[in-house]
């Protein structure tokens, strides 16, 4: 190494210590430990600009790990301890940024609310980890009404392979909403196992069901596509440009067709 190679290094490396060092300091300051604090009491109506250095906190950490793991823990206990639905409503924003497998537990518990199960929903969407989609998959069955298409949206949105069955299972469901949500889901999931689950209900599915069916197949064949899945893809499209299928889904399967038969 030279001596100019040795210097930039030196300078990088402590460049790098000095944002880890800001980071943890504005992770843990007082102004974060005041906002805590304001968070256990906040409600409807209070100083938004009383949390803001928690805001500030997690801008800082970011690159961080270290200090974006210590507040996502503190997040998560905050929102275990009890919370209004608007500090959860927050936390629950925050930990769409932060969240990890750290959240889920803490997350999942408020699915089951009318009141939470969306924001909860909304940070687990955006958690990677497995079990932010395995809480989602355990409360489908157990939530009804207006939280089960939310739910269904949820597990399509992440394009969760495990939630084929269980989804697909809702496509005859006597509710409108809860069918064609399991449709669009299992077209946004878009895997070989989605593609049969959703030809083969296409076969037998009632008239208020064909379009958004057809719709869902078209969604499904593009994912296919994308993801290299050609033969399945085509299949698929195929389906969509025969029998009595609208003019719309029979234009859209043709172009399908081509851009499958010349993608490399």
């Known amino acids: 190494m030279t001596s100019k190679e040795g210097t930039t290094m030196a300078v990088a490396v402590?460049?790098?210590?000095?944002a880890a060092g800001r980071a943890m300091a504005q992770t843990g300051s007082a102004a974060v430990d005041t906002a805590f604090e304001t968070l256990k009491t906040y409600d409807w109506g209070s100083d938004r600009e009383a949390l803001k250095p928690i805001d500030q906190a997690i801008i800082a950490?970011?690159?961080?790990?270290?200090?974006?793991?210590?507040?996502?823990?503190?997040?998560?206990?905050?929102l275990a301890g009890g919370l209004s639905r608007s500090a959860q409503d927050y936390v629950c924003r925050k930990l769409k940024v932060v969240g990890t497998s750290q959240s889920v537990e803490a997350l999942a518990a408020l699915l089951p609310a009318q009141e939470t199960s969306h924001i909860a929903r909304y940070a687990l969407e955006r958690i990677s980890d497995e079990k932010a989609a395995e809480a989602m998959r355990d409360a489908l069955p157990k939530v009804s009404g207006k939280l089960k298409p939310g739910m269904i949206?949820?597990?399509?949105?992440?394009?969760?392979?495990?939630?084929?069955?269980?989804?697909?299972?809702?496509?005859?469901?006597?509710?409108?909403?809860?069918?064609?949500?399991?449709?669009q889901s299992l077209g946004l999931i878009g895997t070989p196992a989605a593609a049969k689950e959703l030809s083969a209900f296409a076969k037998k599915a009632p008239a208020?069901?064909?379009?958004?069916?057809?719709?869902?197949?078209?969604?499904c064949a593009e994912r296919l596509l994308a993801d290299g899945e050609r033969a399945a893809a085509l299949a698929l499209y195929r389906e969509l440009n025969s029998g009595d299928q609208p003019a719309h889904v029979k234009v859209a399967a043709m172009k399908g067709m081509l851009a499958a038969t010349t993608k490399q």
Do not use: F, W, Y
């Open 153 to 183: 949206g949820s597990l399509g949105v992440r394009r969760d392979a495990k939630s084929v069955k269980p989804i697909s299972g809702l496509l005859g469901d006597s509710d409108g909403q809860i069918a064609q949500t399991a449709a």
């Open 14 to 18: 402590g460049a790098a210590a000095i």
């Open 61 to 78: 950490s970011h690159g961080d790990p270290a200090a974006r793991k210590a507040l996502e823990k503190r997040l998560v206990d905050a």
């Open 208 to 219: 208020n069901m064909k379009i958004p069916v057809a719709d869902a197949c078209l969604v």
